[in-house]
């Protein structure tokens, strides 16, 4: 009875006219409640009962929601705040040095000042993500407030104004839920990792989850090895995963080529051996739904990463939704992107960077922007990008550890936040730390 969430739901019954018999916990520390109807019933009292326990609904979930946002942003912030306390210091010694005219002069020092400068723009941004922050808390508080307003609902039954405070919610609702989706996209900073979920396989393969599936559902799917092989392994969880507790077995009907295999929405994609024809395998039907030919698209060791093993055709998945990652002759061997229609596999749309494909070890997509990484061996880090959104590049050095020496894939999973990878027959994954780069009136 002292528990917050029965006292809270039988607050609300007895206000509405029924008798509460008797309340308790069971086994799983679930409130149950035993009631018993009022006898007369009041049909529009009725209704606005169930009207307000739709309300109550709705601000637990949002209180919901914004834990998720809040856990989801910690780790970035701390990073964040790190950083900026590591900028000012640079910038406060860099003062103290400015007025020793020998310590001017070398060339350490104007190394340090041109990193500096470097990092200035990042400032504002920093800024913006303090604002973010202070938004949650914001939600946070509105969220207490329209709890109290529920609460106290029992001494105005007949007074108080639904309508506006329904307004209230749905305009919370709208806020959080934009808030959360600028929240989640962003430049990508920093990773970190690996952890090792397992060491088993070839030196190649590839492992998965579908970003797609609900949070419940954490299937794994396992395709070791880059060529003549078609047998896909399926795990009901990481755990059974580990375990080695295998679910099912899939013997798809093309062998695949490469090992740059995604899973997206309950369907496998792949790159069908010696061939450019990508290939949409339903797991539900156990059929090939889909197959379609990449246009132009070099296969089988034309245009590899630089590992090789026929790793021509990259497929992946991220927020925006289904992309392929390949190179043309047209392009001259430089990487492709094409964004597919998941059922039809149609190109939406293509990107033509300048980064050739042979020179790449690996590459990923987060938000809508390719990110690519020098090597597949030791001291491989990230070392370019192009949005597909301002079909721009930059360089960047954002360093990746190659704990195992020899990296065969690399996939972001937007679900998860996290970079799959098969290092030299370990199964690796990787956090990522994002930066929320935010224009206020942005269509996300
Ligand atoms: C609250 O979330 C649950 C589960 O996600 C959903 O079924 C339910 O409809 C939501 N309630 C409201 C009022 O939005
Ligand atoms: C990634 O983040 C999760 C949750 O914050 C943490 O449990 C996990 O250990 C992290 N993994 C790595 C490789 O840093
Ligand atoms: C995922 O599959 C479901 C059912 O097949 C479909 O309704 C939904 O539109 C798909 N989602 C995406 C993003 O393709």
Known sequence: ??????????????????????????????????????????????????????????????????????LRTQRDFQYIMKMESQIKGLRSKLRQMESNRRVLLTKNFQELKGKIDELQPLMPVLEQYKTDAKLISQFQEEIRQLSMVLMGIQEEMGAYDYEELQQRVISLEGRLRNCMSRLTCGKLMKITGPNTIKTSGTRFGAWMTDPQASTKNNKVWYMDSYTNNKIVREYKSMSDFIAGVESRTYSLPF????????????????????????????????????????????????????????????????????????????????????????????VLASWNTEYSKRNAGESFMICGTLYITNSHLTGAKVYYSYS??????????????????????????????????????????????????IKSNDDS
Not at 302 to 310: D, N
Request: with cysteine.
């Open 388 to 437: 597909t959104k301002t079909s721009t590049y930059e360089y960047t050095d954002i360093p990746i550890h190659n704990q195992y020496f020899h990296m065969s894939m690399l996939d972001y999973n937007a679900r998860d936040r996290a970079l799959y990878g098969w290092n030299n027959g370990h199964q690796v994954l990787f956090n990522v730390t994002l930066f929320h780069v």
């Open 255 to 346: 062998h695949w080529a490469g090992t740059n295999h995604v899973v997206y929405n309950g369907s496998l994609y792949y790159n069908k051996y010696q061939s450019n024809i990508v290939v949409r395998y339903s797991f539900e039907s156990g059929r090939v739904v889909t197959q379609r030919a990449l246009e132009s698209a070099g296969f089988h060791n034309v245009y590899p990463y630089t590992w090789g093993g026929f790793s021509d055709i990259d497929l992946m998945a991220d927020e925006l939704g289904l992309w392929a990652v390949y190179a043309t002759n047209q392009n001259a061997g430089n990487i492709v992107i094409s964004q597919l229609e998941p059922h039809t596999l149609q």
């Open 1 to 70: 009875m002292s528990h917050k969430c029965s006292f809270l739901i039988l607050f609300f019954l007895v206000n509405i006219g029924w008798q509460v018999y008797s309340s308790a916990q069971d086994a799983d520390g679930r409130c149950v409640c035993t009631v018993v109807a009022p006898q007369q019933n009041l049909c529009s009292r009725d209704a606005k009962s169930r009207q307000l326990r739709q309300l109550w609904e709705k601000i637990q979930n949002m209180s919901q929601s914004i834990e998720v946002l809040n």
